[in-house]
């Protein structure tokens, strides 16, 4: 295995895009809003269904 020291997709950290302007955020807070334009925004750090 390799050694991965940084992994953007690790759970446990919030990746989240805003669903209007696609503006990406990381944030280890829970965040709904879009800080840039404050549209909602998804987690894209969420697991496999
Ligand atoms: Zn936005």
């Known amino acids: ?9 690790t759970p446990g950290r ?3 895009e ?5 503006h990406r955020v ?6 709904t809003t879009c800080p840039a334009c404050g549209a909602g925004v998804r ?6 269904e």
């Open 18 to 22: 805003c669903r209007t302007c696609t």
């Open 1 to 9: 295995m390799r050694h991965n020291l940084i992994d953007p997709y």
């Open 14 to 16: 919030g990746y989240y």
């Open 26 to 31: 990381v944030s280890e807070d829970r965040l």
């Open 43 to 48: 987690n894209l750090a969420v697991p496999r």
